[in-house]
């Protein structure tokens, strides 16, 4: 097999036409700020956190700038002040522990086990040596823990919770929505997560002091009454001369985009994870290559897939890159030494103590990661899934042999 696969691993699908229809109408009206509505006019961001909750089965959401602003802002609403140590996952993106460090908190980094996970005894252990009272729970590339068990541990510790659902919108663990297991929950809606409006983010709660705090957060000014997902007026009579206004709100021409996009989630969801078991039956039985197996309780969002090259040496792993790139498959390597594109480590995080990870360095070294974007066909999945087969397969040889 010497094809070459020729799709964008970058290019999202249109924006809906009925997306266009509302953001050409704000457009047309003007009134883009999400409080400057017309008389008995809700707005859009304000339908957009009333439809989220909805759909998230919630009593409270915000939508807000990104979801980096809305990961800090959850942060500074449960309390985080700076030099407070706050839990979170070795493995994840750089708007994790960065959202961290905007508060003046500092990281301390739990493994990730070989099923891409945050390992609960590793957990449990920092729990108890860094006397840590939060954890930043990122579900990085939709690979969900047991949460029944994390909520037991959290719980029983006094930590309190909260999910980065940048890579679980739409997911289920045991059939519960992802982000309804912690005290907030932080989406983003930048280009490549489940739902696009060019940069956004989304955050839940059905803590009415916890929202009310993040609504002022978010720079709702006194106007938090026009919020239809937000608490009750009461829940703001005492934050209103306490809390800062950190501006980060979303606008009415976002929202209008994400509306549509919301109510097809559920469509978008079943053709992500046709796209991914094409691409995860195709990697199977492949030597030296380990797939993840994703644990029953889990409905995942597979968006993007990953795979394992466990204990390759970096030159093997380079020579599959770089093959599979010559074939126009581009994957994306966690155990380069150095941070590229949108892949970066939790040790090349400097601003962070250093932490010394073995576990996860091991899993690091071997994960190599892939987007599915919609845009791709079935028949294209197979063929990339072909291509990596057949280029890991050439490298291991050639080692084995
Ligand atoms: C994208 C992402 C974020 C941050 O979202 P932005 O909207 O880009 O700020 C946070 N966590 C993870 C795991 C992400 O992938």
Sequence with gaps: MSDKFTGSFTQQEPIPE???????????????HRYNVAEGEAGETALLEQEFATYMGMKYALAVASGGYAISTALRAV?????????????????????????GAVPVFVEVSDALTIDLSDLQRKITDSGA??????????????????????????????????????????????????????????????????????????????????????????????????PPPEAFENLRYEVPNISGRMDNLRAAILRPQLRALGRQVAAWNERYRVVEKGLQGTPGLTVIERPEEEEYVGSSIQFLLLDWADEQIGAVLQRCAARGVELKWFGGAEPSGFTSRYDSWRYAPAQSLPESDRVLKGILDMRLPLTFSLSDCDQIAGIIRAEVGTVYQQWAG
């Design 79 to 103: 309390g985080v002040v700076a030099g407070d140590k706050v839990l979170t996952n070795a493995f994840t993106l750089a708007p994790v522990p960065g959202a961290i460090a905007s508060l």
């Design 133 to 230: 009272k939060v954890l930043l729970l990122s579900h990085m590339r939709g690979h969900i823990c047991d949460m029944d068990a994390l909520m037991q541990i959290c719980d029983a510790a006094g930590v309190q919770v909260i999910e980065d659902c940048a890579h679980t919108m739409g997911a289920r663990w045991r059939g519960v929505l992802s982000g309804r297991h912690g005290v907030m929950a932080a989406y983003s809606t930048q280009t490549y997560k489940h739902m696009n409006s060019g940069e956004g983010g989304l955050l839940v709660s059905d803590d009415a002091t916890l929202m009310a705090r993040a609504v002022m957060l978010s720079g709702s000014y006194m106007l938090y009454e026009r919020h239809l997902a937000g």
């Design 18 to 32: 009925e997306g266009i229809e509302a953001a050409l109408n704000v457009l047309r009206h003007g009134r883009l």
